[in-house]
């Protein structure tokens, strides 16, 4: 399983490189950032919160790449009353094309475990 994430604005099309155009998902479209990072954390019963850029990316010509991502994986439960936040990496791989306004992102790629034989 590897979950794509399609970001298209015209914020994206004006942007001079990568750090640019990832400023404006980090800041404009973090919900939806953190929805896709949750695809991620579901399994764990947790949603991905606080999301942050681990080291800059260094532009380059270039339209594709991969850059590290940290964020809290969030386990709530309710009747309990317990909120714990632990600290998680992933690296995200990206697709970025300006000229359409487009930036994909790309996360792991996970196998998917075969049905177990009866």
């Known amino acids: 399983m590897q979950e794509k994430w399609v970001f298209k604005s015209e914020t994206i099309k004006n942007a001079k490189d990568i750090n640019t155009a990832l400023s404006y998902v980090f800041e404009e479209k973090k919900n939806e950032l953190e929805i896709f990072l949750s695809l991620y954390t579901k399994l764990d019963g947790a949603l991905a919160e606080n999301i942050q850029l681990v080291d800059p990316i260094i532009p380059s ?7 590290l991502v940290s964020f809290n994986k969030s386990f709530y439960n309710a009747c309990l009353n317990i909120n714990e936040a632990d600290l ?6 990206y697709e970025f094309n300006p000229g359409k306004g487009n930036l994909i992102l790309f996360g792991p790629d996970i196998p998917e475990r075969e049905p177990d034989d009866l």
């Open 61 to 67: 010509e270039q339209s594709t790449g991969s850059f």
């Open 88 to 93: 998680d990496k992933i690296e995200l791989t």
